[in-house]
């Protein structure tokens, strides 16, 4: 393996690494959202929080009292 290959080796583990570390950091934002909706927050108070759109929010954590 060359110099170039190396590198191409190790930017590929470490795009692997930190996407798990995204996902597990996007799970528990998602899960944090839903509880916060449970709760009774509101996606746009959370939006505020995020920095996400009120309708991204509301996508990911509807309203409890509609879903049941």
Known sequence: MD?????????AKKR???EASF???DE???SLLVEGRA???GPSHMAKLTGFTREWVAKIAPDPKRSA
């Open 3 to 11: 110099d170039l290959d190396t590198r191409i080796a190790a930017a």
């Open 16 to 18: 692997s690494r930190l």
């Open 23 to 25: 996902k597990e950091a």
């Open 28 to 30: 528990a934002l998602r």
């Open 39 to 41: 709760e009774g927050k």
